[in-house]
């Protein structure tokens, strides 16, 4: 393994606000040095009001793309001169890439990811095996619906606020928005449930799901990863679910970004999952 940055490196990074939480980081240099490329992946922390110059400034600097979290994934997608079908879709990227005449391409590989992480931790489960229900209508539940619908499952959306269900919902195909007062009702005959809300981040309060209506042979995925055995996925756990957790989904949508940023596939012969474990202070429940 060697790690080289010279004077003609390759370089991404990923831009959030705040970004020092990121795994991003770790995941990519990790990456980058298995695979014995000249290149360097940093994090950027530009002022919240301050991303479009930020943008503006790097389009045409020579560096490869960005990854984007929060909050700039809407203003990402705005800023792009072209965009896929996923980010379209979502109105928000994760991936922007800047070409040589400082053109920026929008991408979302999220729901890449989050697909990426139900085929490793639930092998087996087809996203038309039945209604996925989808808890969150903010970005995340967005993408959620987008990745989910993209992948052929019908979706039964449930927010707190159901009117922002509603008007995400609106915007869809095969997508029903539940009020979470018939919550038990749009569990009946799940195949999978997906947590797009931030309940639960950092320990916080969970939500409190009635698992008598989930049928045994569903799948509970959770996108927060700290922690990573969220309150909700040692509820599913206890009583028996497969589970799929929100680190699946990171490593899942940091494959292609990767792919996309330096030319190359990753190098699976490095555990980056492992190193994130560690990083956060957990083990593998597996
Ligand atoms: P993100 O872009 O990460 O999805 P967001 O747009 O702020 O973040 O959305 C947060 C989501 O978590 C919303 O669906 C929010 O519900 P509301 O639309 O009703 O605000 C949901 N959420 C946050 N805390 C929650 C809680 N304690 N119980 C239920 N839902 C919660």
């Excluded at 990573?228 to 497969?242: D, E, K, N, S, V």
């Amino acid at each position: 393994m060697t790690t080289m940055v010279s004077g003609a490196a390759m370089v991404a990074g990923v831009v959030g606000a705040p970004v020092r939480h990121s795994l991003s980081p770790l995941i990519h240099n990790t990456w980058i040095a298995a695979a014995g490329l000249d290149a360097v992946y940093t994090p950027f922390e530009p002022p919240a009001d301050g991303f479009e110059t930020f943008v503006a400034g790097l389009r045409r600097s020579g560096v490869r793309g960005l990854n984007v979290t929060l909050p700039f994934k809407e203003i990402a997608l705005r800023l792009a001169d072209t965009a896929d079908t996923a980010a379209r879709a979502a109105g928000a990227a994760n991936l922007l890439l800047f070409g040589p005449d400082g053109e920026i391409e929008a991408r979302n590989t999220d729901g890449i990811g989050l697909l990426a992480a139900f085929a490793r931790q639930a092998p087996g489960w087809r996203p038309d095996a039945g209604p996925v229900v989808v808890l969150g209508a903010g970005g995340a539940g967005k993408g959620a619906v987008v990745a989910l619908t993209m992948a052929g499952a019908e979706v039964r959306l449930v927010n707190r606020t159901h009117a922002r269900a509603l008007t995400v919902a609106d915007g869809f195909e095969g997508v029903t928005a539940c009020p979470i007062e018939d919550l038990a009702k749009a569990l009946g005959g799940a195949s999978a449930i997906v947590n797009a809300t931030s309940a639960g981040f950092g320990g916080g309060d969970s939500l409190d799901l009635p698992f008598d209506a989930v049928p045994p042979e569903a799948v509970v995925m959770d996108m927060i990863y700290k922690p990573l055995r969220t309150p909700l996925l040692q509820q599913a756990q206890a009583r028996g679910f497969r589970t799929v957790d929100g680190l699946a989904m990171l490593v899942g949508q940091a494959i292609p970004s990767f792919e996309a940023l330096f030319g190359v596939a990753p190098p699976m012969s490095v555990d980056v999952r492992a190193l994130a474990l560690k990083t956060l202070g957990e083990t593998e429940r597996r």
